[in-house]
């Protein structure tokens, strides 16, 4: 197992974090009462349109104060000058993105808690191969990896190594193969959910699950939504609940929660600072609409935090990161 820093970088113009995958034009409508059924109409509270998918992990780490370089495809039609002017505005650097002839679309229904999402487009695999940069961090998931291999392992191999950050989806085969985590030799952060990560590992809780997992990458972060999160790096072991808010819209949590993750690591914090972050800026998402919009700034989290009288302590929260400038 690797003993280098976990972000050995830290994060600037010429070494920004990079973020790649597919992006979305997510329509959000909040405040239903229930699915939909056919023959009926329902009204919602509101309805947001923002740019989606991997959008949502570069908008929150830009909001923290990271420059954040994206890689993926935009639409070459209407919807698609809509999210790259969105993209543009958050402050991301857009040389890398690639024309599509179509932007992908996603329909985000929110209701008890949670959300439902129908799509329409395509999720090929984007190429980083030719993207001149040299990245601090690798946010991305484990088939963007495993397709993009040999500009991954140069990367991590260079002389300002990059450190990857990945997760995987959800194997709506049901089949959970062990092939699908070959990736994890190039991966230095594996942040899945408890479901996945039960099911990759054939564990029946999430720190087992998180134990079995950190046996192959430097650090493994098991998300289990509104129960908190357990993390393994090597025999350091967190469990943190998660930060109190009324959940409102789901979307993007989990981008927004990586995003705290991610800007705590770079910045060397400890892992329990770092998790701290990601739960109170995965928190504040949850509790406004609107995905990437939604997402918190460094001074909003730390402002929050410190009014929201988390516990703290060696089984708390550690806000430390509330010292960080931002």
Excluded: K
């Amino acid at each position: 197992m690797p003993t280098r820093s976990l972000v050995p970088v830290r994060p600037s113009h010429d070494h920004p974090i990079a973020v790649a995958g597919p992006v979305f034009l997510d329509v959000i409508m909040t405040g239903l009462e229930h699915a939909p059924r056919l023959g009926e109409e329902q009204w919602g509270a509101s309805c947001t349109m923002t740019p989606g998918g991997w959008a949502n992990q570069a908008v929150s780490l830009a909001r923290l104060g990271l420059p954040v370089a994206l890689r993926t495809e935009l639409g070459q039609d209407e919807t698609g000058g809509l999210v790259r002017a969105a993209l543009a505005d958050a402050g991301l650097d857009l040389s890398g993105c690639v024309s599509a002839p179509a932007q992908n679309v996603t329909v985000s229904l929110a209701y008890d808690g949670d959300r439902a999402m129908t799509t329409a487009g395509s999720d090929t695999a984007v190429r980083l191969a030719g993207w001149e940069i040299s990245p601090s961090v690798l946010v991305t998931d484990l088939r963007h990896v495993a397709r993009n291999e040999e500009p991954v392992r140069g990367w991590r191999s260079g002389a300002a190594p990059t450190a990857v950050v990945g997760d995987v989806g959800w194997d709506a085969s049901g089949r959970w193969s062990a092939a699908d985590l070959e990736p994890l030799e190039l991966i230095d952060v594996f942040t899945p959910s408890d479901a996945e990560a039960q099911r990759y590992t054939r564990t029946d809780s999430p720190r087992d699950a998180a134990r079995a997992l950190a046996r192959r990458v430097p650090l493994a972060v098991v998300t289990c939504g509104a129960d908190g999160v357990v993390a393994c790096s090597g025999d350091e072991e967190v469990v943190l609940p998660a930060a109190p808010v009324d959940a409102i819209d789901t979307t993007g949590a989990g981008d927004d929660f990586t995003a705290g993750l991610v800007a705590g690591l770079a910045a060397g914090l400890g892992l329990r600072a770092s998790l701290s972050l990601a739960s109170v800026t995965g928190g504040l998402a949850v509790g406004r609409p609107g995905g990437s919009l939604g997402a918190p700034s460094l001074a909003e989290a730390a402002g929050w935090a410190l009014a929201a009288g988390l516990p703290t302590g060696p089984s708390g929260f550690d806000l430390s990161f509330t010292d960080l400038p931002g």
